[in-house]
C-alpha cells in the first residue's frame, strides 16, 4: 500500500496528489471530475471512466482445444479490448474425442460466446479479435438476471428431457450452455472494468456469477450422457433430480429477495437429498446412481454460493 502526505491547500483545505499512472489509465485530465464515496476510514474515488486494457498477443502454440478457449474467454473477461491469437500449426488436440481440431474454429466457437467481441482479421498463423460494442455498467445487473433466468430453464429443459426420454430436449442444454456462458462472460467483464459500485462487494459478485458457469457445466455434461442412455429412468432418480432442481431454484429466489428461511431450506435439502442417494443407492441402475452423484455436486456448489450471497448483505 503507497502512502501520500497531505498538502496545505489554502485556508481550510488539505489536498493529495493522485498516482500519475491511475490518472493515466483512465484517461483523466484537469478539470475532470471524480466521485467520492466515505465507507468507514475509506475514501473510495471512482470515474465513470474504465482501466482502459486496449491490445494483447498471446501464442497458444502446444495448448489443447478446451485450454485455448479458456485463454481467450479469460482475456475477455479481464477486459482487453483486442486480442491478437498467434499459433504455428493450424490444429490443436480435442481430448474428450481424441482428435486435432483446427485453431480457427475454436477460436470462432469461443468469440461466439464474448458479446460484443468479432473477428477482424485472421489469417493461417494469426486471428485478431476486436470489442467493438460500447459498454455501459448498468448492463450488469439485467445481463446476471438473464444469467439465472437461463440456468433456471436449462434445469428444467434437462429434467424434462429424462422424463420424456427426449434427446431433442437433452440435446439442447449444449445451446443453453453457450447462451448462458455469454452472460457470464459478460457480467464478469463489466466486474473486471468497473466493479460493483459497492467495492467490497465485488469479489462475492464475481465468485457467485463464475459459480453459476460451473453449475452450467455440469447440467451440459450429465445431458451428454443421458442423451446416450437406452432406458427410461427410475422413478427414484427422477424424484431425487426433482429435489436437486428445487435447490435451483430456491438459490434463484434468495439472490433476489434474501431470507434466511431458504438458507436453511437449501442446507435442509442438501443433507435430505444425499441421504436419500445413499438410501436408493443399491436399488437404482449404476448408470443412474452416477448420473445423480454427478449433479449432486449441483448441491455443493449450492452452498457455497449461499455463503457468498449472505456475504453481500453486509
Same mark, same amino acid.
Given at each position: 500500500?503507497? =502512502? ?20 493515466? =489509465? ?68 480435442? *481430448? ?36 467493438? #460494442? ?11 438476471? $438473464? ?9 428444467? #429443459? /434437462? /429434467? ?33 472494468? *468497473? ?10 459478485? *464475481?465468485?457467485?456469477?463464475? #459459480?453459476?458457469?460451473?453449475? !452450467? @457445466? ?11 442412455? @437406452? ?38 435439502? $442438501?443433507?435430505? !437429498?444425499?441421504?436419500?442417494? $445413499? ?6 441402475? !449404476? ?11 449441483? /448441491? ?5 454460493? #449461499? ?6 448483505? *453486509?
Amino acid at each position: 500500500m503507497e =502512502q501520500r502526505k497531505l498538502i496545505q491547500h489554502g485556508v481550510s483545505s488539505l489536498t493529495m496528489a493522485l498516482p500519475l499512472k491511475w490518472l493515466k =489509465q483512465r484517461g483523466l485530465k484537469k478539470g475532470d471530475s471524480l466521485f467520492i464515496e466515505e465507507e468507514g476510514n475509506k475514501l473510495i474515488l471512482s470515474t465513470k471512466e474504465s482501466v482502459k486494457l486496449d491490445k494483447i498477443s498471446v501464442d497458444v502454440s502446444g495448448l489443447d482445444r478446451t485450454s485455448i478457449l479458456l485463454y481467450v474467454q479469460s482475456l475477455y473477461r479481464f477486459g482487453y479490448n483486442e486480442i491478437e491469437v498467434k499459433f504455428r500449426k493450424p490444429t490443436a488436440i480435442h *481430448y474428450r474425442v481424441d482428435k486435432q481440431k483446427p485453431i480457427s474454429s475454436t477460436v470462432h466457437r469461443i468469440v461466439n460466446r464474448l458479446i460484443g467481441a468479432e473477428i477482424v482479421e485472421q489469417s493461417e498463423d494469426r486471428i485478431l479479435i476486436r470489442y467493438i #460494442t460500447k459498454e455501459a455498467e448498468e448492463d450488469f445487473k439485467v445481463v446476471l438476471r $438473464r444469467a439465472f433466468l437461463l440456468m433456471n430453464e436449462a434445469a428444467d #429443459t /434437462l /429434467l424434462d428431457g429424462i422424463k420424456k426420454k427426449d434427446t431433442t430436449r437433452l440435446g439442447s442444454i449444449e445451446d443453453f450452455h453457450d447462451n448462458i456462458n455469454k452472460f457470464v462472460n459478460y457480467s464478469l467483464r463489466l466486474l473486471n472494468k *468497473y466493479g460493483y459500485p459497492d467495492v467490497k462487494k465485488t469479489c462475492f459478485y *464475481y465468485h457467485i456469477i463464475a #459459480t453459476i458457469d460451473k453449475i !452450467v @457445466d455440469i447440467l451440459k455434461y450429465n445431458a451428454r450422457e443421458l442423451k446416450n442412455y @437406452d432406458k427410461k429412468c427410475h422413478k427414484d432418480t427422477i424424484d431425487i433430480w426433482e429435489q436437486i432442481n428445487g435447490s435451483i431454484k430456491a438459490y434463484y429466489r434468495l439472490f433476489y429477495d434474501f431470507d434466511l428461511k431458504i438458507v436453511d431450506e437449501l442446507s435442509r435439502n $442438501r443433507d435430505h !437429498v444425499k441421504n436419500l442417494i $445413499r438410501k436408493k443407492a443399491k436399488s437404482l441402475p !449404476v448408470d443412474e446412481l452416477m448420473f445423480i452423484t454427478n449433479m449432486k455436486q449441483v /448441491l455443493e456448489i449450492m452452498l457455497d454460493m #449461499t455463503d457468498a450471497r449472505m456475504g453481500l448483505e *453486509y
